[in-house]
């Protein structure tokens, strides 16, 4: 999963128009399966994995294969088996990070 996430978060670090909706504060966000778990943070300034963290802003829960296909653009966030904790605004600004950075298929 986290290389799957390193892929994700490389390509909202390329597409430059994705960097407006971006907040100008740090997102903390949490990815979670059966096994593993991925930490990330989001923000204008920096898109990055990172090992630790004070507060969690966002965490998603759910199968591996699931979160895999979510961070490839082939499953949504609202995705039944997979479990958003963040607020509302969050969830529309993930959300729309996995649309926007999902590679165009020809």
Known sequence: MKSMLEVFLDRVRKKAHIHEILPAYSLTCCLVSENDSSIFIIS?????????FESLDI???????????LLNGAVKLTNDKLIFRGSFRQFLLLDSLLILSKEAHS
Do not use: T
């Not at 204008?44 to 630790?52: F, G, M």
């Not at 965490?59 to 296909?69: A, F, H, W, Y």
């Open 44 to 52: 204008r300034d920096k898109i990055e994995l990172i090992d630790s």
């Open 59 to 69: 965490k998603v829960e759910g199968p591996s294969d699931i979160l895999c296909e």
